[in-house]
């Protein structure tokens, strides 16, 4: 359905993101830098949010991104999608560089990317109907003209599961579920190629989320969709996703097509997430969890972020950070051990 | 969700539901606001005389009590006469024209100012938000009254700069008020979904923004309408207000008081008790509106 323009070299990514980092600034107060001297240390320079990820989607994929609340997915999805301005780095669309020009050209360009919200509620317009709310950006940007848009919403309603004769409707008259689709209708009425889910199903009942997610894989793959897929329920990026993503601290730790990932993960974090992903058939299972705290971000540890919570941790790994690079075939790993063998479970604290 | 099918309209549209779910007093202060709007706009079709032209005025009948005949025997003073011999019901209806006009334009003016720079501030941010919050600070830490008694002093009598007066007192709420909601609304996911559209940024201020901030908007509008008819009676009794040749309730009031110890009640009570209604009905049905947006709570 979506043919590359002639310009288009393959060999580019269809989407990349390069060295993306997000820095929220936080002046230190008086007391707080008095006790970071006091320390000998510096005092913190804000919370690193995402630090230098870079990822690149081919066309096509589904990429899943995973990681515990507050390593930074979710900011990392918005400047994906363009809604955040990052501190560094940027996003590349067919080798153009997005979002950093502003005028309506621009604005039409940011299109290609759109992104699904995790609570529909907040991210439909109260005051507006379904009509509206899906056909505005279409008819703003010409996509559509003025007496095709009525048809062209009822089209895109039927395309996500809703009844046209709902139109006219206001989002607070729709379930949860109804709800999710009307923001998945919005985000397809402008024709993207790139979907930035986040977490697009975790505020439904266990029920609509299989719908929402077999929509959208649905969607996939009938429009040739790509889709950064971002979520904390390891079972749906099992299922759906080509590829996989780790983040910790607001940094990739591990990036492997999704079947390796889950069958034989190399980096520490990975494989402790993996091993506590509950499975059906397994019977019981014994969870391993991971020791310590997440280290608050905005005093991120020295080397690696997980070393204070490894048991692999080494010297090494307290001083220099380890790099993503390219383990074995298309895994790439941010570790400094590659010699560890033993399965998760031997490697719980007791 | 209502009961009805897809597609089916509602039995009735949203405004009669509304009238029905009202309270009572809320409903009485609603008629007693509308019969004031429509005696304010039919003034020289329901009164007997115009007050403002001397010629229809006979001095015969100055000071009459309520009640009285007219010395040509045609009609009564059923509130009495003032010492022009001007029948008060009739300077009454003119005087509601004259308040509810001033109080009607000032506010709608007030709160289109208000509105535009609340949202500037909201969208602005930095030194533009600054300005403009800490104009409305320093405007407000001044009470009204005195803000619109300097402005009059410079400017002169005048319904024109009495409207003038009370806007120049009045957006600084408006302002407040929508910056306050417009910060709340923009960090919601629909306007950042909005912006993820590619639609321009005033679209999204007029159109997604604004929409979702008249609530408490629409709730303060009643109270600054009745802190307006308040403040220009005030004005006006002061002598500061409007011209002689316009009177307002409160200049009505005004020139009754000279006379109230004299037990000639009628020319100030009179004005002061419809000016009293007026008010009390117009903040009723503020009071009313504001429950029913919360009882439609987040829509």
């Known amino acids: 359905m979506i043919e590359p323009s002639s310009d288009w070299a393959p060999a580019v990514p269809l989407l990349e993101i390069a060295h993306l980092s997000k ?11 008095l006790v970071a001297t006091l320390d000998h240390r510096r005092a913190g320079d804000g919370v690193h949010a995402v630090s230098d990820v870079c990822l690149d989607l081919e066309r096509g994929e589904t990429l899943g991104l995973v990681g515990e609340s507050g390593c930074g997915k979710s900011t990392l999805a918005r400047m994906v999608a363009g809604l955040l301005k990052p501190t560094a780095g940027e996003v590349r669309y067919r080798g153009q560089v997005l979002y950093r020009a502003s005028g309506a050209t621009a604005r039409r360009q940011r299109l290609k990317v759109q992104m699904v919200f995790q609570d529909p509620m907040a991210s439909l317009n109260p005051r507006m109907t379904i009509q509206r709310i899906i056909g505005e950006a279409p008819a703003v940007h010409g996509l559509v003209g003025r007496e095709a848009l009525a048809g062209y919403v009822d089209g895109i309603m039927v395309q996500v599961g809703l009844d046209p004769a709902l139109a006219h409707r206001y989002p607070h008259q729709f379930s949860g579920g109804q709800r999710q689709r009307i923001a998945i209708a919005r985000a397809l009425a402008v024709k993207p190629e790139i979907l930035v889910c986040d977490e697009a199903a975790a505020a439904l009942d266990v029920s609509v989320q299989a719908q929402i997610i077999n929509l959208l894989m649905t969607l996939r793959r009938d429009l040739g969709l790509t889709t950064l897929l971002i979520s904390h329920d390891l079972g749906v990026v099992y299922h759906i996703c080509d590829r996989t993503a780790v983040m910790y601290l607001g940094r990739i730790v591990e990036l492997a097509p999704t079947e390796t990932l889950f069958g034989r993960a190399r980096h520490p974090y990975s494989r402790l997430l993996v091993a506590g992903m509950p499975r059906i058939g397994a019977g019981k299972q014994s969870f391993v969890g991971v020791s310590g705290e997440v280290p608050s971000p905005m005093d991120p540890p020295a080397g690696c972020g997980f070393h204070p919570r490894c048991r692999y941790a080494v010297d090494r790994c307290r001083i220099d950070r380890p790099v993503l690079r390219r383990g074995t075939a298309d895994q790439w790993i941010a570790c400094h051990r590659d010699d560890i063998t033993d399965t998760p479970a031997e490697t719980s604290v007791p | 969700m209502t009961a009805v099918g897809p597609g089916v309209m509602p039995a009735h549209p949203r405004s009669w539901r509304l009238i029905a779910a009202a309270r009572p007093a809320t409903v009485i202060a609603g008629l007693v606001l509308v019969a004031a709007v429509l005696v304010a706009v039919l ?25 009285s005949a007219m010395a040509t025997g045609t009609a009564r003073y059923w509130l009495g006469t003032d010492p022009q011999g001007r029948d008060m019901l009739s300077a009454i209806f003119y005087g509601l024209r004259t308040s509810l006009l001033v109080a009607s334009v000032s506010t709608t003016v007030a709160l289109l100012f208000g509105m535009v720079t609340g949202l500037l501030a909201a969208f602005a941010r930095s030194w533009v938000d600054a300005a403009i919050m800490r104009l409305v600070d320093l405007q407000l830490s001044f009470p009204a009254i005195l803000i619109a008694l300097i402005l009059l002093g410079l400017l002169g009598q005048g319904v024109d700069k009495v409207i003038l007066a009370l806007i120049a007192v009045q957006w600084a709420y408006f302002a407040r008020t929508v910056r306050a909601s417009a910060l709340v609304e923009r960090g919601k996911d629909y306007v950042q979904a909005a912006a993820g559209l590619g639609l321009a940024p005033l679209r999204i201020a007029l159109g997604h923004l604004l929409p979702n901030c008249l609530p408490p908007l629409l709730v303060i509008v009643p109270v600054q309408a009745a802190h307006a008819i308040t403040l220009e ?24 008081y000279d006379y109230l110890l004299s037990g000639e ?9 419809a000016l009293v209604l007026v008010i009390g009905a117009i903040n009723i049905v503020g009071d009313g509106l504001q429950d029913w947006f919360h009882s439609t709570g987040e829509r």
């Open chain 2, 265 to 273: 009640y009628w020319i100030s009570l009179f004005p002061g008790i």
């Open chain 2, 233 to 256: 009676a005030t004005l006006s009794f002061l002598g500061v207000g409007v011209p002689v040749t316009e009177p307002s309730l409160g200049m009505l009031i005004a020139g009754g």
């Open chain 1, 23 to 33: 820095r929220y600034a936080a002046r230190p107060t008086l007391t707080e830098r």
């Open chain 2, 43 to 67: 003034a020289p079709w329901l009164s007997q005389q115009n007050p403002y032209d001397l010629a229809q005025l006979d001095v015969i009948d100055a000071h009459l009590p309520p009640g």
